[in-house]
């Protein structure tokens, strides 16, 4: 039940990588928001995991700590081409204060560039195969 709600979920929140006609990945918006919290948190994208998608299509993910190996919970979702997250059990990060996370997709690279409000940012690359991991 899981894995065809997930898959059901993904069909609608699909973006397509394409270079030509020719070349096509599919991108999902949870490999979106796993890029987004592994540029934001500073950890490696295939540490960032989906714990599940919920109906209203929210993507719940986490990632655990090697340090102290504390799990850390998020929640994410897309809407055009700006990533809105915040902690699983706390505030959405769209306060004026907060960093403001876009997407990019071209020559099937994904570039999440994370703004912050003095003008500054952080931007990271990501291939398909940067994201093919599996899912929880």
Known sequence: ??????????????????????????????????????TIMGRPVHKILVERVARDGVNFLFYIRPEDRTTWYFKCFTEKNVVTWGNASGRWRVDPDDSIVKFAVSNEVLTITDNYSDGSKKEKRFTKADLEKPYR
């Open 1 to 38: 039940m899981r894995i065809a709600m997930l898959t059901i979920l993904s069909t609608f929140a699909c973006y397509t990588l394409s270079a030509n006609a020719g070349d096509s990945a599919e991108l999902s918006e949870s490999d979106i928001c796993r890029a987004a919290i592994s």
